[in-house]
């Protein structure tokens, strides 16, 4: 008995193993996605909202897209809350949350760095002549006015980039890395953390359109940098703010496809020239699909790691995310 109690119970820590913990946030996110879902449905009922009005086809840059990210956000918040009150036994904040003025800061330099990024895309295809600019102020293409269907745009990116850094890099990265701790030692267990996070995003892209081996390994790379800039700061700021300058100036500043959808109203109107190489462009993934996209996550996880020095004064990875001090956690818990 004792030794099947050790596959499901840490004595140590006093808490379920991180794969039970995994498991039963994900049972949690599921029920409160479905519980969110039927609560929405019931308020917008009086006002004849029809059924799948926030499904995930729902037209981009629509008030029912941003109503649909707006649910996941709520839900996986709230399975957050608590899997960390019942499951990791810690306090929400550690899951990448101490909002403090390095916190403000690391969000202000993603939202730079992922604009500047996808900026520096654009000028490299237009100056080759793979990219080619067919307008301005592009409408969506459900004919919703410009302004509200782009700042719909934003506020669904905004929720996008949260709630899945949430997920992907506060939590499961921060599972596993915990998990793995006392086999491989914290340095190589947040590089796995890291590592399978990464290929968990990548893979839940895997059913985009226009979606390939090649998009999907992209993908994975764009988790390792995000998962570089949650290791070497300990926060979420970073690759929140990075995620979500890095799809709204694709698709709404560039016009370029998001991971193979469209993404509505765009500052420009772009298109890829007849015989432009889809190796470098992405074809119709965009960016994330190409050669370029794949250059500026290797120039960013560069900016990542200067900007974290200059700040902290050393950009290596914190070690104390992959330790767990169940004594600590209990004091901060009693604390919050």
Same mark, same amino acid.
């Given at each position: 008995?004792?030794?099947?109690?050790?596959?499901?119970?840490?004595?140590?820590?006093?808490?379920?193993?991180?794969?039970?913990?995994?498991?039963?946030? $994900?049972?949690?996110?599921?029920?409160?996605?479905?519980?969110?879902?039927?609560?929405?449905?019931?308020? $917008?009922?009086?006002?004849?909202?029809?059924?799948?009005?926030?499904?995930?086809?729902?037209?981009?840059?629509?008030?029912?897209?941003?109503?649909?990210?707006?649910?996941?956000?709520?839900?996986?918040?709230?399975?957050?809350?608590?899997?960390?009150?019942?499951?990791?036994?810690?306090?929400?904040?550690?899951?990448?949350?101490?909002?403090?003025?390095?916190?403000?800061?690391?969000?202000?330099?993603?939202?730079?760095?992922?604009?500047?990024?996808?900026?520096?895309?654009?000028?490299?295809?237009?100056?080759?002549?793979?990219?080619?600019?067919?307008?301005?102020?592009?409408?969506?293409?459900?004919?919703?006015?410009?302004?509200?269907?782009?700042?719909?745009?934003?506020?669904?990116?905004?929720?996008?980039?949260?709630?899945?850094?949430?997920?992907?890099?506060?939590?499961?990265?921060?599972?596993?890395?915990?998990?793995?701790?006392?086999?491989?030692?914290?340095?190589?267990?947040?590089?796995?953390?890291?590592?399978?996070?990464?290929?968990?995003? %990548?893979?839940?892209?895997?059913?985009?359109?226009?979606?390939?081996?090649?998009?999907?390994?992209?993908?994975?790379?764009?988790?390792?940098?995000f998962g570089l800039a949650y290791v070497v700061t300990g926060e979420?700021?970073?690759?929140?703010?990075?995620?979500?300058?890095?799809?709204?100036?694709? %698709?709404?500043?560039?016009?370029?496809?998001?991971?193979?959808?469209?993404?509505?109203?765009?500052?420009?109107?772009?298109?890829?020239?007849? %015989?432009?190489?889809?190796?470098? $462009?992405?074809?119709?993934?965009?960016?994330?699909?190409?050669?370029?996209?794949?250059?500026?996550?290797?120039?960013?996880?560069?900016?990542?790691?200067?900007?974290?020095?200059?700040?902290?004064?050393?950009?290596?990875p914190r070690l104390t995310l992959a330790r767990y001090d169940a004594?600590?956690?209990?004091?901060?818990?009693?604390?919050?």
């Amino acid at each position: 008995m004792t030794r099947l109690k050790r596959l499901f119970w840490n004595t140590e820590d006093q808490r379920l193993r991180a794969l039970w913990r995994l498991l039963f946030q $994900t049972l949690l996110l599921v029920v409160c996605v479905f519980a969110l879902g039927a609560a929405l449905a019931l308020l $917008t009922l009086p006002f004849g909202v029809p059924a799948g009005t926030f499904a995930p086809s729902a037209p981009p840059g629509s008030g029912s897209r941003v109503a649909l990210g707006a649910l996941m956000l709520g839900a996986v918040a709230a399975s957050m809350a608590g899997a960390a009150r019942f499951l990791d036994h810690r306090p929400f904040a550690d899951f990448g949350f101490h909002l403090d003025a390095h916190w403000g800061a690391d969000f202000a330099f993603g939202l730079i760095l992922g604009t500047l990024l996808m900026g520096g895309i654009f000028l490299s295809g237009w100056a080759l002549g793979w990219v080619e600019v067919t307008g301005t102020l592009q409408p969506a293409s459900d004919g919703n006015a410009f302004v509200p269907s782009l700042a719909a745009a934003l506020l669904s990116f905004i929720c996008v980039g949260v709630y899945e850094e949430m997920i992907a890099r506060g939590y499961h990265l921060l599972n596993v890395a915990e998990g793995f701790e006392r086999l491989l030692g914290p340095r190589a267990a947040l590089a796995g953390g890291c590592l399978l996070s990464s290929v968990g995003f %990548g893979a839940l892209h895997w059913g985009n359109p226009n979606a390939s081996p090649l998009s999907t390994a992209c993908l994975v790379l764009a988790g390792l940098l995000f998962g570089l800039a949650y290791v070497v700061t300990g926060e979420l700021a970073l690759p929140i703010g990075l995620h979500i300058s890095w799809n709204f100036a694709q %698709g709404n500043v560039f016009g370029f496809p998001v991971s193979g959808t469209d993404a509505g109203a765009s500052l420009l109107s772009t298109r890829a020239p007849a %015989g432009s190489p889809a190796w470098w $462009t992405g074809g119709a993934f965009g960016p994330e699909a190409g050669l370029s996209g794949m250059l500026a996550l290797l120039l960013a996880a560069g900016a990542v790691l200067l900007w974290t020095h200059r700040q902290r004064g050393t950009a290596r990875p914190r070690l104390t995310l992959a330790r767990y001090d169940a004594q600590q956690r209990d004091v901060q818990q009693r604390d919050a």
